[in-house]
DNA sequence: TGTTTGATTTGACCATCGTCAATTCAATTA
DNA sequence: TAATTGAATTGACGATGGTCAAATCAAACA
């Protein structure tokens, strides 16, 4: 694990361009002042390992720069890749909130900056401002929702449709907002995690972005895809979908 | 839905029998007026809906007496079972608390008593006692680690490794305690039911409840099962467990 | 430029599981 | 008791998708 570089970056809580976006945005000057006292920040190299599966929970974590995916493994070695972490978004908090060990790990999947609050102050954070915890409520809420979603989708639609779900999910995140026409952007991903984030195989999810290429709902060179129609990929997704 | 009934059951929130079992344990006396306040006592047959996904959210629902069942159903009808809502247990929360319209419907399984609690009390409530989020936020947060577990196993275990599962999870809730020796329980479902809780088809259940009998596994007589010992379902869901 | 290494793809195979249709069972009612 | 109804089971079939092994590709490096 790297070590602390104040060199780049926000310098603390204050000037953190990212703050705004997070739960953080609710607290008031005094407050600030205690989270940024509880705070370190770290630097992870692709492939670090944050927190692993049944480690005790260390605090709340906020990505300042880079990418974290969390995954959760089984006994056999058989993984999902559950959620990415970009930028603005926190980490590690669903363990602290329930008061448990980890239930997943976390790992950087780019040069990653992050910044640790340690339970403690999370905890007096929560006790003492009604709104930090309404913020979270909504959050965990919202996670929750979404997965629910996940567990029906993944029980009855077919890989190809998971598949075009994922798609459309990252091109929200990570490509540009055009509802239709043409769209290309770059995976952030490697071909075993957007398997494993549909819970399929590097094998299955090869064959599938075969056939869609072969259907020409979409062209892949490495990372880059490029969708003429978006509106057939939502298609793949719900075949009863109208325009 | 059948109307108000104040003969059986508990009169008010002072009285409740559930209410020490249920996140409202933390309110204090003024709280628990404001609460009584907010409510209203429902009563629901089998089959009847309480709410339908797409729904605005009405309110926190609080279970007295009976079963709720919560389900999630794509356009094409396929669904799944969620969850299985016991006295005690409170439902429709994730809808309230993530601000947005419920995502999965309720169903009464059984003849059903349930305090609707609505949406202005429980906010009111939640604004000022931040010990009754810190209660939520634990119950959301922990059911949110369950559903990624389901997600993980559905990617990666069996029908049938998931019903040895899932006859665990139900032993623990509705049978007695014994870890080891035989057991016997009522499944409080029926197989279309416990098919759709691990994400499979009433066939594909038969033909797994058939095969565990003739491995000597389980012997099922209607809706009695009986498990000759439980150490062997335990391995059937995680086949490197030892003793 | 050749080599190494890991990621990705392809092929071959087949087990699991879903689908559809028919049958049996069980509970309720005429 | 016979008839009705819906649940549960069984059979037959095939598609989807997992597994294993081999081949190919691409990036980093000597």
New interface residues.
Partial sequence: MADQNPEQGSLNCFTCQARERTEWCVLDDAELELLNKGRLTREYLPGEIIFHEGDPCRGVFCLETGMVGVR?????G???L?YLVTPGDTLG???M????DY??SAEALEPTRICVIDVPTVRSL??????L??R???R??????N??????????LSVRARFAHLLLVLIDKYGEKSSDGPTEFELPLSRHDLASMI??TPESMSRTIKKMESDGVARFAGRTVHIPEIEILVQEF???HYV
Same sequence: chains 1, 2.
């Fill in positions: 959760k493994t089984d006994a056999d058989n993984s999902v559950l908090y669903r363990a909130l329930a008061g448990e239930r997943a929560l006790e003492h401002n009604p709104a915890g309404l979270y409520l909504k965990v809420s919202m996670s929750l929702g997965a629910e979603e996940k567990i029906l989708h993944n029980a009855t819970g399929t719900e075949p009863d």
